[in-house]
């Protein structure tokens, strides 16, 4: 719980509109800034702006996804425009106030005072292990809407077991996929092995797609080359899960007629309501470990 | 295989594309009216017209998935018009000529000739287990597309455990739902206890989907009555797999807010080429038989 706490939400998008409720559901005293155009989807919220805003027992201010940009502007989806923040203002906060953000920015890194208080929580490996559940179902509906043939018996390859790769696994198996797995560590490829996927090793990767249905890429390097999509049935279904820019050569597999898909933040997208309970969980565990 | 043996295809949708290529696979000699804007996307298929063909050696005749309509017109996606089907013309065939149907009409079971040689694919169960597949994976798609939270830890209700309820279980379960079903007979019972899924008996029903976030019909009879969706959280997705007009009370749910979708022919839609497939094998299985 939250009680007694004051959070401050600067900006967002829709997962931020369940953030707020299931905060303010765990007692804590919810000011936002940017969501005039939400007002009637929120419930105990102290809508204010920048100058409104009383500081002094603010103990966390937590921006959007994608932080504040060079400038120290925020995106606000529910707002006529995008919020500045400036180094001034952000410093009139009391010591211990955290800065959270979904990823670190230039201008994040250079505000000094924040030093050691701000956190990115798209950097957290709990995150990206509970963003990976939604993330997983936004694949499962792109790969169900982009074939003509069933899951159910096809041939889906996965490269990387990294915590998206770990969990692309059971639920293909559910729909009765035939799944196998590429990746690198030895104890990777026991588990891979455990969990009755078939393992692929390091250089078996472009013997093994020759039969793949659905491609799975979870690794942020180029993996996905022109030789292995030359491998690649031409009816294969590639989508791609990591970071920008991704791990497929985009270019290679357009000019041999291959649909290839970059798919990131699926969670907002698919589940932003799971997703902004999966951040609100994060933000109370992380406030409670600061006291 | 079905070497040595004579196809006529008469009209149809993307399926058909699928089924045409797999006889021909089979080594049939297939012949198609109503593909003239499919042309290029078929293989060793004889495009003709009803004036051309040879009638003599033809072994089976398949209509589309809908049959014949009332005046004798068999729908043909890939075709200017429908195409029509005389009496007199269909009783020129030969006599051991099998006539297909995806599903029986009046127009069709008043030909007198074709008495026990028409084969309506849709009333088989065969048919009706292997199109599940498709069924499931588009249930699922539409139930990842239309809610805001992960089908993970989700609460979805199966009602029926029929040819589809049956193989909703296992996918649902692997995408980490928690999967409760509901019927009426005990051996059914038996095997959703089995499959780890809860068991909901009859009378239980209201009580069960009070916490429901998914629930999926199968029952074609009025199941999902006023009562039941007065029971259901209101951010509770309805599909109804039934065959039209369905299980739900589609009305009430509008009236109470509660976001419902009749959603048939979900093999056609989602897995074409699987569909395609599916029909391809019941009709050489159904042809050897007839031998």
Same mark, same amino acid.
């Given at each position: 719980?939250?009680?007694?706490?004051?959070?401050?939400?600067?900006?967002?998008?829709a997962?931020?509109?369940?953030?707020?409720?299931?905060?303010?559901?765990f007692?804590?005293?919810?000011?936002a800034?940017?969501?005039?155009?939400?007002?009637?989807?929120?419930?105990?919220?102290?809508?204010?702006?920048?100058?409104?805003?009383?500081?002094?027992?603010?103990?966390a201010?937590?921006? @959007?996804?994608? %932080? $504040?940009?060079?400038?120290?502007?925020?995106? #606000?989806?529910? &707002? +006529?425009?995008?919020?500045?923040l400036? =180094?001034?203002?952000l410093?009139?906060?009391?010591?211990?106030?955290?800065?959270?953000?979904?990823i670190?920015?230039?201008?994040?890194?250079?505000?000094?005072?924040?030093t050691?208080?701000?956190?990115?929580?798209?950097?957290?490996?709990?995150?990206?292990?509970?963003?990976?559940i939604?993330?997983?179902?936004?694949?499962?509906?792109?790969?169900?809407?982009?074939?003509?043939?069933?899951?159910?018996?096809?041939?889906?390859?996965?490269?990387?077991?990294?915590?998206?790769?770990?969990?692309?696994?059971? @639920?293909?198996? %559910? $729909?009765?996929?035939?799944?196998?797995?590429? #990746?690198?560590? &030895? +104890?990777?490829?026991?588990?891979?092995? =455990?969990?009755?996927?078939?393992?692929?090793?390091?250089g078996?990767?472009?013997?093994?797609?020759?039969?793949?249905?659905?491609?799975?890429?979870?690794?942020?390097?180029?993996?996905?080359?022109?030789?292995?999509?030359?491998?690649?049935p031409?009816?294969?279904?590639?989508?791609?899960?990591?970071?920008?820019?991704?791990?497929?050569?985009?270019?290679?597999?357009?000019?041999?007629?291959?649909?290839?898909?970059?798919?990131?933040?699926?969670?907002?997208?698919?589940?932003?309501?799971?997703?902004?309970?999966?951040?609100?969980?994060?933000?109370?565990?992380?406030?409670?470990?600061?006291?």
């Amino acid at each position: 719980m939250l009680t007694g706490k004051s959070v401050l939400i600067v900006g967002g998008d829709a997962r931020y509109i369940e953030l707020i409720n299931q905060l303010s559901l765990f007692d804590a005293t919810v000011y936002a800034i940017g969501f005039e155009e939400a007002e009637e989807n929120l419930d105990n919220v102290i809508l204010t702006n920048q100058k409104r805003l009383v500081k002094d027992h603010i103990d966390a201010i937590i921006l @959007p996804i994608t %932080g $504040l940009d060079q400038d120290g502007y925020a995106d #606000a989806h529910f &707002n +006529d425009s995008s919020i500045h923040l400036t =180094e001034e203002w952000l410093n009139e906060f009391p010591d211990h106030c955290l800065l959270f953000t979904g990823i670190m920015t230039p201008y994040l890194s250079e505000l000094s005072e924040f030093t050691g208080r701000i956190i990115a929580f798209m950097d957290r490996d709990d995150v990206a292990i509970y963003n990976s559940i939604p993330t997983v179902e936004g694949a499962i509906m792109l790969a169900i809407q982009h074939t003509d043939f069933t899951i159910h018996s096809s041939n889906v390859t996965i490269l990387g077991f990294g915590r998206v790769g770990k969990t692309l696994v059971r @639920p293909f198996q %559910g $729909l009765g996929a035939k799944v196998s797995v590429y #990746a690198r560590r &030895n +104890d990777d490829l026991a588990r891979i092995y =455990e969990s009755h996927a078939t393992t692929i090793e390091e250089g078996q990767l472009i013997e093994a797609v020759k039969g793949c249905n659905i491609l799975i890429n979870t690794v942020p390097d180029l993996i996905v080359t022109p030789n292995v999509i030359r491998a690649l049935p031409e009816d294969c279904l590639i989508i791609d899960l990591a970071s920008k820019p991704g791990g497929v050569d985009f270019r290679y597999a357009k000019k041999r007629g291959v649909d290839a898909m970059l798919a990131p933040s699926l969670p907002g997208m698919v589940a932003p309501k799971t997703a902004g309970k999966i951040l609100a969980h994060v933000i109370q565990t992380v406030m409670h470990n600061h006291e």
